[in-house]
Structures are given as structure tokens and as C-alpha cells.
């Protein structure tokens, strides 16, 4: 297996540090924004005061994510593969904003995408090898793809009962910290225990 870069470490450990400044700051400068009810792709819609900043921050997420997936070389190919493609949702999201009345079919589909693949590539990532880092083994890889994805899931039904649902941008705030999260805590797990295994003196 090939080693995780430096560059994958430092994007890993500016990932989810980024996402949440990102809805942080642009909420915090949209007087009357309520982060409880509204989803962050409001704070980058077409009518939104801080659109330019929000959608900065989903464009540098997104550049992350694609340096995970070109550098992240201990991931397995296909999980690799599934991080570009989240990265490439990130891009059609921002690309295609939803408008704060009435919603923007493209910016859903790029949206949805975004979070099944955030919630999948773990099981996509699995190394079966026994010299594979035990975050990347089956039963971690397995057990996080089936916890991300109820996340999402969950995030995606209080999504379509928007109207009725008080929390909507509090469930996405969650989805969206853990899957960036778990990236990070795969990315710096591994690197670390490399650099570890490499230091250590032979024999």
C-alpha cells in the first residue's frame, strides 16, 4: 500500500475547521439568519447578502476533498474515486445555488449526491489486507458507512419536510461535521500510525 502525502494530512486537518467557520462567519453576518431553521445552501443562495463568502468556503471544501482523494493513497482506488466525485458535488452545489424561495432541482441532486457519497466512501475505502491500518479493515469501515449514512438519511427526510421541521439546519450541521469529520479522523489516523511505523528503529 502506498503511504498518505502531507498534503492529504494538512487538507485533512483544515477540512472540517474550514466547514464549520465557513456557515459560522456567513451566518453571523446575515442579520435575521436562524443556522437552527435555515440550511447553510441558504447562506449561499442567489439572494443571500454573504453569498460570495459562503460559496468560497463550499469551493475550498470541496479543493480539500479532491486533495484527499488524489493523495490519500492508502484508501482503496474506489473509495478514492467516491471522495472526487463528493468533491464534484461540492463544485455543482455552489455552481447551482438554491434560491431562499422554491428550490433548484440541480442543486438538489448535486446536494443528495454530495451527502451519499460523503456517507458511503468508507465502505468503498476498505483494505481487506491484514497489514491494512484497522481503521481502514472491514468491521471499522463498515459500522462507520452504516452510521453515516443513518445521519444522512435522517438529515435527508427532515430536509424534504422542511416546512414542518424546526430543525432542518441544525440535523445538517450534523451530517455535515460528521462526514467531514470522519475524513479527517481516517486521514491523520493513518498518516500518523505510517509516520510511527517508519520512525521505528529495525531490528
Do not use: C
Request: aromatic share 14%; glycine share 6%.
Amino acid at each position: 500500500m502506498k503511504n498518505i502525502s502531507k498534503v492529504a494530512f494538512f487538507a485533512a486537518i483544515i477540512g472540517p475547521i474550514q466547514s464549520v467557520l465557513g456557515w459560522t462567519i456567513a451566518g453571523s453576518l446575515w442579520p435575521g439568519y436562524d443556522g437552527v431553521k435555515q440550511t447553510i445552501s441558504e447562506l449561499a443562495a442567489p439572494e443571500s447578502p454573504v453569498k460570495v463568502i459562503m460559496s468560497s468556503f463550499f469551493i475550498l471544501g470541496g479543493t480539500l476533498t479532491f486533495i484527499v482523494s488524489l493523495f490519500a493513497r492508502t484508501l482503496a482506488t474506489p473509495g478514492r474515486i467516491a471522495l472526487f466525485l463528493t468533491a464534484i458535488a461540492t463544485y455543482g452545489l455552489t455552481i447551482f445555488p438554491t434560491p431562499l424561495i422554491g428550490y433548484s432541482i440541480w442543486h438538489r441532486i448535486f446536494a443528495i449526491s454530495s451527502f451519499v457519497l460523503s456517507a458511503g466512501w468508507p465502505l468503498f475505502a476498505m483494505r481487506f489486507r491484514k497489514d491494512a491500518p484497522a481503521i481502514l479493515r472491514p468491521f471499522a469501515s463498515i459500522t462507520a458507512t452504516v452510521l453515516q449514512a443513518a445521519l444522512a438519511i435522517a438529515f435527508l427526510v427532515v430536509w424534504v419536510r422542511e416546512p414542518i421541521d424546526p430543525f432542518t439546519g441544525v440535523w445538517e450541521r450534523v451530517v455535515a461535521v460528521s462526514q467531514s469529520l470522519y475524513i479527517s479522523v481516517v486521514v491523520i489516523a493513518v498518516y500518523l500510525g505510517q509516520r510511527k511505523k517508519a520512525n521505528q528503529p529495525a531490528f
